[in-house]
């Protein structure tokens, strides 16, 4: 089984960075796409970014590219998401994904809170 925890969220002001990790444990990862979602209260759950297993191919949602970007390392099992010039509308708590075993595991989520 795959576990992921995410880290790296707090409160920041606008303009400024974050970067979110992402780590798996329990199996290795470095075959599959993962993903960031967010998700903002009363709001549905959002595409944030995935990465493919070799890291090669990236994609973005719209509200979010040239500011974010996503990377791995699949040497420590991680994924991570860059996050700079961060606005008020993009706090949210941040959860990673990836499938295993023909399910959809998440993390426990990271809160990004961007408030001046």
């Known amino acids: 089984q795959v576990q992921l925890v995410e880290s790296g969220g707090g409160l920041v002001q606008p303009g400024a960075s974050l970067k979110l990790a992402c780590a798996a444990s329990?199996?290795?990862?470095?075959?599959?796409?993962l993903g960031w979602f967010r998700q903002a209260p009363g709001k549905e759950r959002e595409f944030v970014a995935q990465i493919s297993s070799s890291g090669r191919t990236t994609d973005y949602a719209d509200s979010v590219k040239g500011r974010f970007t996503i990377s791995r390392d699949n040497a420590k099992n991680t994924v991570y998401l860059q996050m700079n010039n961060l606005k008020p509308e993009d706090s949210a708590v941040y959860y990673c994904?990836?499938?295993?075993?023909?399910?959809?595991?998440w993390g426990q989520g990271t809160q990004v809170t961007v408030s001046s």
């Open positions: 994904n990836t499938w295993h075993g023909g399910s959809l595991v």
């Open positions: 329990g199996r290795s990862v470095s075959d599959n796409t």
